[in-house]
C-alpha cells in the first residue's frame, strides 16, 4: 500500500502502522462521519498523528479481519488524502450481529427538525472554531448579532445567546427550524466553525433488557419507531468481552425529553426509566473531574492514594476525601456526590458541567442557610440570656396586665355590692317603717276607749 504525499521514512513507518490505521478507519466507519457517498476522507495529518503514536485506537488488541489492503485506495483527485470504499466494507457492518452501537443515518438538522413532533424545552446550539486547537476570537455582540440577522432568517426565535470559558457560542431556542438554520453555519464573522446541538437537552435515555444478541441494533432501531412513534438517534448494546448470553440489554437514545412508561416491541411491553449514569472516574488518578484518556498525572494506587509499585500495605487513605476507604469506594461522601450530580443531569436533561454548577449553587445556599440557623458557640449564651431577659419581661407585663385587670373587675364588682346592700337596706328600712304605720292604723275602736280610760 502507498501514501501519496509523505516522505520516505513517513512511507515506512505508514505501512508499518497499517493495522493501527485499518482499525481507526474501522470505527471512524462506524460513526459514520465525514462520509461521502463513494468514500471516507482522511487527512493525512491525521496519518501522521497516528502513525507517530498519538493515535486514540492503539489500545486495541486487532484490526478488523474484513479491512485489508484492497479496501483502501489512494485518490489523486483529493490532495493529501485518501479514501476507504464504504460500499463493501459498509455491508460486512451491517451483516455483523455483534455490533454494539447504532447511530441514526439522519444528520443533526435532520434530527432537530422532527423534534417538533416531541415534547422538550430549550434546543441549545453549540458553535466553536473549526479548528479544535484554538478557541473563538472575541468577537463584538453588536458585529455577532448584525452577521446572524443576516444568515438566519428565523433569528427572532433565538432567546439567548453566551460565550463560555472554552472559547464556544451557545445558542439557545425553542424553534426547531432556527437551530436547524444555526446547524448550516460553516462560517462566523469570516471565521470556519463546527456546529453541533447539546443532545443532552433534548433526548432521553433508557435501558431495554433481554434483547438478542442476534438481532441487529438496526432492527431494534426499527421496530422501536415504528411501534412507538418514535425517533432513535443511537442505541448501545451492553455485551461483555466473551459473553456467551444470547440476550443483553442495549440503551436507548430518543429523541424528546418525555419518557412513556413502556416501550412495544416484538408484540410485548417493556416498563421502562430514565437511565442514570454512574459516575465516570479517571483510573490514573481517581478524580472525577476528568476520563483517564485525557489525565496527564502519574497513576496513584486507589487504595492508598500514594505513587508505588506491588501489593499496597498501607492502611486505606481516598485520594479525594482523605477518609479511611479506597478511592473507589461508593460509600465515599464524593462519590456520592457525584451520583447525585448524574441523577440530576439525567432527570432535567443537563450537561454534565450544568448539573454540576447547579448542585455546588444548591448546596451553598444549603450552607449559607445553615450558616444563619447555627449561631457560633461563643454567642449562644448571650443569645439565650436575651431571650430569657425579654420573655420574663414579657411575663411580668402581662402579668401586672391580669392582676390590674382583676382589682378592677373585683373593685367594680364590690362597689355594685355596696350598692346592692345600701339599695336593700334602704328598702327594709322602707318596709319596716310602712308596717309600722300600717299597724298604727289598724287599732280596734273598742281598745281605744278602754285606753282612754
Known sequence: MEFNGLSTKERTDSNMALDTVSKWIWRLLKSQENSQENGLLIKNNQIRKLVHGVGWCWGETRPHPELSHTNVTVLDDYDDCFSVNLQSLYAIMQTSTSEKFFKSGKSSKELVLRLGQSEYEDINVLISNADPNSGFPQLNPFTLQSFIKDKINRHNSIQNMKFTRQGKIIFTTQDPV????????????????????????????????DIPTTVSLPEVAAELSKNNEIEIVEIRRFVKQNNTRESSPVLVTMLGTRLPGYMKIWFTN?????????????????????????????????????????????????????????????????????????????????TTAEARRIYNQSAKV??????????????????????????????????????????????QQANQLVELFERLVESLLQNFSAIHKLGGETISPSRKKKNGR
Not at 311 to 332: E, L, M, R
Not at 387 to 399: R, S, T, V
Open 366 to 411: 444549603n450552607y449559607a442557610s445553615a450558616v444563619k440557623a447555627h449561631a457560633p458557640i461563643n454567642d449562644i449564651e448571650g443569645q439565650i440570656n436575651g431571650k430569657m431577659e425579654a420573655m420574663l419581661l414579657k411575663m411580668n407585663e402581662k402579668i401586672e396586665s391580669v392582676i390590674q385587670t382583676i382589682n378592677a373587675k373585683m373593685e
Open 178 to 209: 432556527c437551530a436547524a438554520q444555526l446547524l448550516t453555519l460553516e462560517k462566523v464573522v469570516n471565521t470556519p466553525v463546527s456546529t453541533n446541538v447539546i443532545w443532552e437537552n433534548i433526548t432521553s435515555r433508557f435501558l431495554l433488557y
Open 270 to 350: 417493556q416498563r421502562i426509566q430514565s437511565f442514570i449514569d454512574r459516575p465516570r472516574q479517571c483510573t490514573k488518578c481517581y478524580s472525577f473531574m476528568h476520563p483517564s484518556r485525557v489525565c496527564e498525572k502519574t497513576p496513584v494506587c486507589h487504595s492508598c492514594g500514594a505513587i508505588h509499585s506491588g501489593i499496597c500495605q498501607v492502611p486505606q487513605k481516598c485520594v479525594n476525601c482523605q477518609g479511611d476507604h479506597s478511592a473507589t469506594s461508593k460509600g465515599c461522601p464524593l462519590y456520592i456526590k457525584e451520583q447525585n450530580i448524574m441523577e440530576l443531569k439525567c432527570r432535567n436533561h443537563l
